[in-house]
């Protein structure tokens, strides 16, 4: 199981934000079917990506916590 899968697992209401330097789509659907939210590749305009997800996130739950995490800590070595 992934991050995005182990997150979800411990509270199915957290809605996993993925950010990586991968850009395989093959990639981005199966971390997509495992429970991620959305996955943003890393470029000039992340800032606005990101912003526009947690927007997008706090239309559909007002209460939405938001928290970042690297994740590189999320992986299990």
Known sequence: MGA????????????????????EIEVVVELLKHGAYDYIVKSKDIRERLLNTVQNIRLQDDEAIITCLPYASMIRH
């Open 4 to 23: 995005a899968g182990r997150i979800k697992a411990e509270n199915e209401e957290i809605q996993v934000i993925l950010i990586s330097e991968q850009s």
